[in-house]
C-alpha cells in the first residue's frame, strides 16, 4: 500500500485547498477512504470518509459544508476540497485505507494562521 498526500500549505482564513491522494498497491477502486488530520500537540481526528463508488460521504461536524471529499477511480487518486478554511483546521493530513487512519501516507501540512 502507498498513499501520497499533496496539496497543502499556507492559507489564510477563509481561503481554499484542494488536496490529492495518490493510491497505489492496492485495489483503490473497491475501498472506501478516508481523511485524518493532526493538529499540533493533539490526537488523530477523522476527517472525512467516502465509499468505494464516491456515492456516499461522510464529514465530521467541524468540516461539514466547508470540505467536501471526492475520488476518481480511473486515476487511483482521493481528493478533499477545503473552503473557507480557519485557523483550528491547521495540521497534518493524511489519507487512510481504514477506518482506524493506520494505513496512511506521510501526510500534507495544512496551515491557516490566527
Known amino acids: 500500500v502507498q498513499l501520497v498526500e499533496s496539496g497543502g500549505g499556507l492559507v489564510q482564513p477563509g481561503g481554499s485547498l484542494r488536496l490529492s491522494c495518490a493510491a497505489s498497491?492496492?485495489?483503490?477502486?473497491?475501498?472506501?477512504m478516508y481523511w485524518f488530520r493532526q493538529a499540533p500537540g493533539k490526537g488523530l481526528e477523522w476527517v472525512a470518509s467516502i465509499v468505494s463508488t464516491g456515492t456516499n460521504t461522510n464529514y465530521v461536524d467541524s468540516v461539514k459544508g466547508r470540505f467536501t471529499i471526492s475520488r476518481d477511480n480511473t486515476q487511483n487518486t482521493l481528493y478533499l476540497q477545503m473552503n473557507n478554511l480557519k485557523a483550528e483546521d491547521t495540521g497534518l493530513y493524511y489519507c487512510a485505507t481504514d477506518s482506524a487512519g493506520n494505513l496512511r501516507g506521510q501526510g500534507t501540512q495544512v496551515t491557516v494562521p490566527s
Open positions: 498497491g492496492f485495489p483503490f477502486s473497491l475501498r472506501p
